[in-house]
């Protein structure tokens, strides 16, 4: 199993250029996050999938859209890139929102540079 | 406010050394508490978490509620325990919630 795909793995873009990241998971999760991780700040969560067909913003979600597609995919979209963006974005995957004991699964990370 | 704090951004050890990285939390509720650890050109991943009681790699962490503590610990450093090192918390008092602290490098030096 892959676990959590992510892609691209780098991205250089232009401000005002927009772009999707892509991400899959084949664990049959229910949930699904994106992260972003910035040095000094830890992981901060743009948006999140509780569940197939659902989406709420999280703590940054200013500047980002997101398409939770079906079960296994969970994109999120930059419309117009500022160089606040620069950063490296995770996705990751959970078997169900809202459980305290809840384990989450990370893909690789993008590390997207906004110039 | 809800949040996870990791004071040392930088933790430099001699292999060998005992380690502890801090995290303190501020909850209003019982959260769970979890180390997660992202070693070099390595995805992030759970290293251990407090429901489980467990030993991962020789680590160990203690939640102490009355100091809202959840410090990582190792007797023994070893080199290959360098990495990025995140406290992260989820709890269900009021909305649900998953926060990370801002993470501890921890160098081993030989």
């Known amino acids: 199993n892959a676990g959590v795909t992510q892609t691209p793995k780098f991205q250089v873009l232009k401000t005002g250029q927009s772009m999707t990241l892509q991400c899959a998971q084949d664990m049959n999760h229910n949930s699904m996050y994106w992260y972003r991780q910035d040095p000094g700040m830890g992981l901060r969560l743009i948006y999140y999938?509780?569940?197939?067909?659902?989406?709420d913003k999280g703590e940054v979600p200013n500047g980002y859209n997101v398409s939770r597609l079906n079960k296994r995919e969970f994109s999120l979209r930059l419309e117009s890139a500022a160089p606040s963006q620069t950063s490296v974005y995770f996705c990751?995957?959970?078997?169900?929102?809202?459980?305290?004991?809840?384990?989450?699964?990370f893909g690789s990370g993008t590390q997207l540079s906004v110039l | 406010a809800q949040r996870v704090t990791q004071p040392e951004k930088l933790l430099s050890v001699f292999k060998g050394a005992p380690v502890e990285l801090k995290c303190n939390y501020s909850y209003s509720g019982s959260p769970e508490l979890f180390w997660y650890v992202q070693y070099s050109r390595q995805r992030l991943q759970l290293l251990l978490r407090h429901i489980s009681r467990e030993s991962i790699k020789g680590f160990t962490a203690d939640l102490n509620k009355g100091e809202t503590s959840f410090h990582l610990k190792k007797p023994f450093a070893q080199e290959e325990d360098s990495a990025m090192y995140y406290c992260?918390?989820?709890?269900?008092?009021?909305?649900?919630?998953?926060?990370f602290g801002t993470g501890t490098r921890l160098k081993v030096l030989a």
């Open positions: 990751a995957s959970s078997e169900d929102w809202g459980f305290v004991n809840e384990k989450l699964f």
């Open positions: 992260a918390l989820s709890g269900s008092s009021g909305t649900y919630k998953y926060i």
């Open positions: 999938s509780a569940s197939e067909g659902t989406t």
